[in-house]
């Protein structure tokens, strides 16, 4: 049983602001001396980057779709071990959740997170555009679901001291308390294009100096001791902290695992990494961006989600890691790759070439293709064995020419097939969360510590 001090920030709908508000008060209490676990519910790999450089620990996701919602409070334990406090960021709207058919309405919502938390909510609301209205909506939002317990609300773009003392009025009518006021702050915007904000990773010192801005500002504009006596009140969880030691056997051998990062490759979980760690895995990074070859003695590569179309050239012309990769594949080795790692193992993106381990060709879409899936696998891959189900998502603005191979990896639950699967690679564009599915990470790190290195077989 563990108690700690928490809150999730929840909004009535997207764009209200979370990102900068649950940014702000991560940067405003870790500047306190505060250690502060920051956690984002649903997919998401983009905000949770802001969450970890305000906190100087890694951001984690908790998505009842992805892992089950069984696991969620184990795995929040385990991201928030040695904290003071957890900072749970939302998505969307509060009672928004997964459309699929498979789950009842709210499903993977904040609030179905915040309710399997236990944890006191705080609404982000958008004033720019409202006056005593506000007072409305807080009250709906406090009484839809009693599962939900909405302990303040955070008044954002608020426009002058009489705007507020109006917002401030119309609330304290509705009986929820005002924890803060934050004005429209054209400056802290955060750059977005075609996939939402740009990862903090690319952006590097405007990050931080955006970061540590958006902490002075929450914590000039609310009152944080409030803030921390809300989470206070959060009682005592149950749930025993997750271990990815106890989620998978340990190889017999120990293989070395290259895993893409740098800023062409910003997406992952790090349960995916402390799942292959667990399963006697040496993890070492690769950055196709600067690195000119793999790691020596590399046994497996898996390459995760990201932008690559963004940063094409430059990793077209790194030719010998492009040609490390080839190789890697051509002798077997194990190659998980995800969305972006597939654009980068085809034979072309955007007309630019890449690894050609795939004959594919990938290019920019008009659309944005996004959503929960549901999967089995096709064939006996590195990843899975046939049969296996799995829950992901896809969040993509290209296209794969052709979309599957002669072997997919997966047969979409409703749908056609997606995904290749050749040799040792695996390549598909969908994400996935290994907590969710823990043999697949033991079952890859096993199959990389079957292959024989060159030079020193096994």
Known sequence: ???????????????????????????????????????????????????????????????????GEERIAPLFLHGARGADLAVVEGVMGLFDGASHPSVEPGFASTAHVAALLQAPVVLVVDAASQARSVAALVHGFATFDPRVRLGGVIL?????????????????????????????????????????????????????ATVTRLGQVISDGVDLEAVLALARTSPTLSAIPWDPTEEVAPAHQ??????????????????????????????????????????????GLVIGGGFPEVYAPELSANESLRADVAALAARGAPIAAECAGLLYLA?????????????????????????????????????AVTGTRVRGHEFHRTLASPPAGPTPAWQWSGGGPEGFAHGGVHASYLHLHWAGSPALAERFVSMCAAIERVGAPR
């Open 1 to 67: 049983m563990v108690t700690l001090p928490r809150l999730v920030l929840a909004a009535p709908s997207s764009n209200a602001g979370k990102t900068s508000i649950a940014t702000g008060l991560i940067a405003a209490f870790t500047g306190r001396g505060l250690t502060v676990s920051p956690h984002k519910v649903g997919p998401d790999y983009i905000d949770p980057g802001y969450h970890g450089l305000a906190a100087g620990r890694p951001g984690r996701n908790l998505d009842p779709w992805l892992v």
């Open 254 to 299: 120990r293989p070395r695992i290259a895993v893409a990062g740098g800023p062409a490759f910003t997406f992952g979980y790090a349960e995916n990494v402390e799942l292959l760690t667990a399963a006697g895995a040496e993890v070492v990074p690769v950055d196709p961006l600067r690195d000119d070859s793999l790691p020596p003695e590399t046994d």
């Open 156 to 208: 954002n773009r608020v426009g002058t001291d009489r705007h507020e003392t109006i917002l401030r009025e119309a609330l304290g009518w509705a009986g929820v308390p005002v924890l803060g006021a934050i004005r429209r702050l054209d400056q802290l915007h955060t750059p977005s294009r075609h996939l939402g904000l740009v990862p903090a990773a690319e952006r590097s010192a405007e990050a931080v």
């Open 347 to 383: 034979r072309e993106l955007d007309g630019v070439p890449m690894c050609g381990v795939l004959d594919v060709a990938t290019a920019m879409a008009p659309r944005l293709t996004l959503g929960y899936r549901e999967a089995a696998a096709r064939t006996d891959t590195v990843l």
